[in-house]
């Protein structure tokens, strides 16, 4: 008997380990029964255990929506917010079987500020099941959902029109809701769109067909699950691997860890090493500690070569014959997911795969209208906006179009300075000067001019409120300087904006642009050797942090100009500050603009107690 039951298990395990695994994503709008139709699927299939159904029946006396009836949806809404609220705040992934195929089914989120969270789910998934409550028909969430689903490269979608005994079964219902979606998503590239009229609460052509809609001849949706081909027949492409981790546990081996993104690799095949563009022969592949004669899509692995070359975390791995392009400038796709603005010319971290940059929104192309997919004119990107942009990078990228490569073609943007990820991107294509434009080399560099004028080259940037006397300071700093034979030049806020930055506003986006043109032009001057005085303003971290990531160590100098704002009203002679408080003058930083104060500066004078003449004294012995 133990023998009989013990070939059986192995027998079992054999048949679910050579199962195709298949990852779906439920979406769609506010309370169109998305986790309802996930707990019917986990209740049908047989994946809920005895105690796992008596803690739902004692959950849904507490907190279901369905009278004496189990509540499914709370199998998926784990969260206490998400059952006292009826609602999906998180992405929630459950894995069922059937004798076909394995599944992790992604339950996200309908309302509107939890976008991101869909993102999530839909960036990971081989196909989508996007709901329509029969009653509500094809809302705007319904459209920024199956715009995001087409983005993140999602090619089979099933249109669940749900609730269908709410409205009594009408097939008139039916055939409105799917020829209004069909219509709408008809330039999305979709493979597929299998519609199927439904009722998650009842299990109707769920998994059976239902007697309640005859004039439905289509598969259940559990059919259409077990049988619809999500991977491409035609083959895989050429092998990549981003390197992970460099593996030295001792002198005598040196392994590339990484999962195998696309391909196929084996032991003695070429392989180049990017960006280097260093070709090499694949020496042995470890999965597991073992030895293996190949490894697939998806494979964890550790690759050994047979030769020392430099590897790192974040190069690629690639078929030696066939490898992707390397660029710093692409034009993307963009889901903006937070409430605070996307603004050009602000930097943040991009993730690639295994490697991370500093990149750029160099400028919006346009934003798409989530309702017709119109192109809009946009200087700012705002919560769940999409739109094409460019983009570049502070060093190149190993990629391919997100329609070739999900792992080499998604990035995702970071704020540098919360950490949080505020953007989610598919590039598209590299731009052709990424690749046309090198640099020019160039006889005398910074040390030579330097040493011509017998100083060191030094970009002292002044910060502070308007009216803190920043541009009195730095001016009586430079004619100190110049007195004694230094070669300097002053940048004033107000001076700049009469020529190189007279077509900028005061908005956030073109504030950003100002720093980012006046930081541009003083590194050029302090290449020239120059001593180069900058006062602005510039109320934000971020763009100072990127103006001094654009210096040599100790090449830059922070002087926080702290002056109570007081004392700046009361000094202000151009009557700025009571124009702002009267509502005649906006976006004026310290009334209705922000200013973030500098953290760590170099120099931090009290300019409300500190005389003029202090302040240049403080400046000078600091500068030396």
Request: some cysteine; overall charge neutral.
């Given at each position: 008997m133990s023998i009989l039951h013990a070939r059986d298990i192995a027998s079992y395990l054999d048949r679910q380990r050579n199962k195709e695994t298949v990852r779906f994503i439920t979406c769609g709008s506010v309370d169109d029964g998305k986790s309802t139709l996930i707990g019917r699927l986990l209740f049908e299939s047989k994946c809920i255990f005895d105690d796992q159904l008596q803690a739902l029946e004692t959950d849904s006396r507490q907190y279901g929506t369905q009278g004496e009836k189990i509540d499914l949806a709370l199998l998926v809404d784990g969260l206490q917010a998400e059952r006292e609220q009826g609602i999906t705040i998180d992405v929630a992934y459950r894995f069922f079987a059937?004798?076909?195929?394995?599944?992790?089914?992604?339950?996200?989120?309908?309302?509107?500020?939890?976008?991101?969270?869909?993102?999530?789910?839909?960036?990971?998934?081989?196909?989508?099941?996007?709901?329509?409550?029969?009653?509500?028909?094809?809302?705007?969430?319904?459209?920024?959902?199956?715009?995001?689903?087409?983005?993140?490269?999602?090619?089979?979608?099933?249109?669940?029109?749900?609730k269908m005994d709410l409205v009594g079964c009408d097939q008139a219902v039916y055939d409105a809701i799917v020829a209004e979606y069909r219509a709408f998503s008809a330039g999305f590239g979709f493979v597929d769109i299998q519609a199927i009229p439904l009722s998650g609460l009842d299990g109707d052509n769920v998994l059976?067909?239902?007697?309640?809609?005859?004039?439905?001849?289509?598969?259940?949706?559990?059919?259409?699950?077990?049988?619809?081909?999500?991977?491409?027949?035609?083959?895989?492409?050429?092998?990549?691997?981003?390197?992970?981790?460099?593996?030295?546990?001792?002198?005598?081996?040196?392994?590339?860890?990484?999962?195998?993104?696309?391909?196929?690799?084996?032991?003695?095949?070429?392989?180049?090493?990017?960006?280097?563009?260093?070709?090499?022969?694949?020496?042995?592949?470890?999965?597991?500690?073992?030895?293996?004669?190949?490894?697939?899509?998806?494979?964890?692995?550790?690759?050994?070569?047979a030769?020392?070359?430099?590897?790192?975390?974040?190069?690629?791995?690639?078929?030696?014959?066939?490898?992707?392009?390397?660029?710093?400038?692409?034009?993307?796709?963009?889901?903006?997911?937070?409430?605070?603005p996307m603004s050009p010319g602000r930097q943040y971290l991009l993730k690639l795969a295994c490697k991370e940059v500093t990149a750029t929104i160099t400028a919006i192309k346009y934003r798409e209208d989530?309702?017709?997919?119109?192109?809009?004119?946009?200087?700012?990107?705002?919560?769940?906006?999409?739109?094409?942009?460019?983009?570049?990078?502070?060093?190149?990228?190993?990629?391919?179009?997100?329609?070739?490569?999900?792992?080499?073609?998604?990035?995702?943007?970071i704020d540098k300075l919360s950490l949080e990820t505020v953007g989610a991107g598919m590039i598209d294509f590299a731009l052709r000067r990424s690749s046309n434009i090198h640099w020019q080399a160039l006889e005398l560099n910074k040390e030579t001019r330097a040493a011509q004028k017998h100083q060191t080259p030094r970009c002292v940037w002044f910060t502070g409120l308007s009216g803190s006397g920043k541009s009195t300071i730095a001016n009586l700093l430079e004619r100190r300087l110049h007195a004694e034979g230094k070669h300097t030049y002053l940048l004033d806020g107000d001076n700049v904006r009469h020529g190189l930055n007279r077509d900028l506003g005061f908005t956030e986006a073109d504030r950003v642009e100002n720093i980012r043109r006046v930081?541009?032009?003083?590194?050029?001057?302090?290449?020239?050797?120059?001593?180069?005085?900058?006062?602005?303003?510039?109320?934000?971290?971020?763009e100072r942090r990127m103006a001094r990531d654009l210096f040599a160590p100790g090449e830059f100098v922070e002087v926080y100009v702290d002056t109570p704002i007081e004392e700046c009203e009361r000094r202000d002679v151009k009557g700025l500050y009571a124009k702002a408080r009267a509502g005649a003058l906006k976006n004026f930083t310290g009334i209705d603009s922000p200013y973030e104060a500098p953290e760590a500066p170099e120099v931090h004078l009290e300019a409300g107690r500190l005389s003029t003449e202090a302040c240049v004294e403080v400046l000078a012995q600091a500068l030396g």
């Open positions: 059937t004798d076909r195929r394995r599944y992790i089914v992604a339950d996200t989120p309908g309302h509107e500020q939890y976008t991101r969270n869909m993102a999530t789910g839909a960036s990971t998934a081989d196909l989508a099941v996007i709901l329509i409550d029969a009653r509500k028909g094809v809302l705007t969430q319904t459209r920024r959902h199956s715009r995001i689903v087409a983005m993140m490269g999602i090619r089979h979608v099933v249109l669940a029109v749900n059976h067909a239902s007697a309640r809609m005859p004039w439905y001849s289509g598969p259940s949706l559990m059919d259409y699950l077990d049988t619809v081909e999500v991977r491409d027949p035609s083959g895989r492409g050429a092998f990549r691997m981003p390197v992970q981790w460099v593996n030295r546990p001792n002198l005598d081996f040196r392994g590339l860890c990484g999962r195998i993104a696309e391909g196929t690799l084996r032991p003695g095949d070429r392989v180049r090493v990017l960006p280097s563009g260093v070709s090499v022969q694949v020496k042995a592949i470890l999965a597991g500690g073992d030895e293996v004669d190949a490894a697939e899509v998806g494979d964890a692995v550790t690759v050994t070569l030769a020392e070359v430099d590897v790192s975390r974040g190069d690629v791995l690639v078929a030696s014959a066939n490898p992707p392009e390397v660029a710093d400038q692409f034009e993307a796709k963009l889901l903006w997911m937070v409430e605070h989530v309702n017709t997919g119109a192109h809009l004119a946009a200087k700012q990107l705002g919560l769940n906006e999409i739109a094409t942009v460019n983009l570049s990078t502070s060093a190149p990228l190993v990629f391919e179009p997100y329609g070739v490569n999900r792992v080499l073609g998604g990035f995702i943007l930081a541009e032009v003083a590194r050029l001057m302090a290449d020239a050797g120059l001593i180069v005085l900058v006062s602005f303003i510039s109320p934000f971290i971020g």
